[in-house]
C-alpha cells in the first residue's frame, strides 16, 4: 500500500475517501469504454489474449491485465518506437515486385499459445539423404479439426531478410498460434512413402516426415553425396 492510500485510509469516514476513488475508478472506465469503442481490438495484429485470460501485446512481449491496460501501452513510447521499427524493417524487406495485399479475413478465435513440438533429423545411409520429422503436440485442438501444414518461400514470408538458403514450414491447428520452422531450400522427396503426415486423434499429435533428396554427387553417380547439407533449426518465428 502506497503511503497516500494508508493516509487516505485513516481519514474519517465520509471525508470524500470513498467517493473520490469511486469518480477515479469511473474516469478509466469510461476512458476504458470509449479507447474499446473506438479502436477496434480485433483488427490489432499485435494484440493477444492468452491462455491465462490475459493480453499480451506481441510487438513488445508485455502482458496487460485487461484491455484498457493494453491500450494505454499501445500509445505509450515503447509501443510506438517499436512501431516504428517494424515499419522500417517491413519497408526495407519488401520485396522488388510487391505481391498484392490481399484482404484475409480474420476468423475470431482466441489463440492460446504456441504447441510444443520435437523435431527429428533423420539420415538415410543408403541414400545419403536427409531428413527432419516434426512432431507437433495439440492436446486442446478445436473439435473435429485436424492440424495443417505448408511450405513457404523465403520471399513469401515477411519476418526475415530474403535468402535462397531457407524456406519455412508452417503448421497451423485452431486455437494454437501458427508456427513456423526454417528449414533448408533442398529439394523435397515426394515418394508417398516417404513424405508423409500422420494426424493421431487420440494422442493429438501431428506428425510430419519431410525427407530431401540426396544432394546431386556431380560426375560420381551412385556414390552418396558428402558433405551432408547445413541443416539448423531456428526458434520458430512469429506468423
Ligand atoms: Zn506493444
Redesign the pocket.
Known amino acids: 500500500m502506497s503511503f497516500l492510500d494508508a493516509r487516505e485510509h485513516g481519514s474519517k469516514p465520509g471525508s470524500g475517501f470513498v467517493s473520490s476513488q469511486q469518480e477515479a475508478v469511473d474516469r478509466r472506465e469510461r476512458l476504458r469504454r470509449l479507447a474499446l469503442e473506438t479502436i477496434d481490438l480485433s483488427k490489432d495484429p ?1 494484440f493477444m489474449r492468452n491462455h491465462l485470460g490475459q493480453y499480451e ?1 506481441r ?2 512481449l ?1 502482458l496487460h491485465t485487461n484491455e484498457g491496460n493494453y491500450l494505454a ?2 500509445q ?1 513510447k ?2 510506438q518506437q ?1 512501431l516504428a521499427k517494424r515499419a522500417a524493417r517491413d519497408a526495407a524487406e519488401q520485396p522488388v515486385a510487391p505481391a498484392p495485399q490481399r484482404r484475409v479475413a480474420i476468423k475470431k478465435t482466441v489463440r492460446i499459445g504456441r504447441p510444443g513440438y520435437r523435431v527429428t533429423k533423420q539420415f538415410d545411409a543408403d541414400l545419403g539423404a536427409r531428413g527432419l520429422l516434426f512432431q507437433i503436440e495439440y492436446p486442446e485442438i478445436e473439435e473435429g479439426t485436424k492440424p495443417r501444414h505448408r511450405v513457404m518461400s523465403s520471399y513469401e514470408q515477411r519476418k526475415e531478410p530474403w535468402s535462397k538458403e531457407w524456406q519455412y514450414l508452417l503448421f497451423a491447428a485452431e486455437p494454437y498460434e501458427v508456427i513456423g520452422f526454417k528449414i533448408p531450400s533442398l529439394e523435397v522427396d515426394k515418394h508417398p512413402e516417404k513424405l508423409f503426415t500422420h494426424w493421431d486423434p487420440d494422442n493429438k499429435v501431428y506428425s510430419l516426415q519431410l525427407p530431401f533428396k540426396p544432394p546431386a554427387a556431380p560426375g560420381r553417380p551412385g556414390l552418396p553425396a558428402v558433405p551432408p547439407p547445413q541443416q539448423q533449426l531456428a526458434p520458430p518465428p512469429r506468423f
Request: hydrophobic content about 10%; glycine content about 10%.
Open positions: 499485435y501485446c510487438l513488445c508485455t501501452h499501445t505509450g515503447r509501443h517499436n
